[in-house]
């Protein structure tokens, strides 16, 4: 186990910031266009969009699913598990 070190944690503060950021973002910008936020797992891991077809980080996308606002709709792709459409309830 190290010893976690100032600048070390500066880093990781700041690369958190920059994903909560961007989280409001893209959920500023899902209610203000009514879009969706789609998933697509795929073999390199999972691929996350916006309706408009931008791109949402995998980081960006599981902070912004954890939003209150946001719900799952639609079908999933195995049982107990989230669906791979998300939107925000108005």
């Excluded at 980080?57 to 049982?79: C, P, Q, R, W, Y």
Aim: with cysteine; hydrophobic share 40%; proline share 2%.
């Amino acid at each position: 186990m190290s010893i976690q070190t100032v600048s070390t944690l500066k880093r990781r503060r700041s690369r958190l910031d920059r994903y909560r950021r961007s989280a409001d973002q893209v959920i500023a910008v899902m209610r203000k266009d009514e879009l969706a936020l789609h998933c697509s797992h795929e073999p390199k891991g999972d691929r996350w969009w916006l309706s408009d077809g931008s791109g949402v980080s995998s980081e960006t996308a599981k902070l912004v699913i954890l939003n209150a606002d946001i719900v799952s709709v639609g079908d999933a792709l195995f049982n107990n598990t989230p669906g791979q459409i998300f939107r925000v309830v108005r």
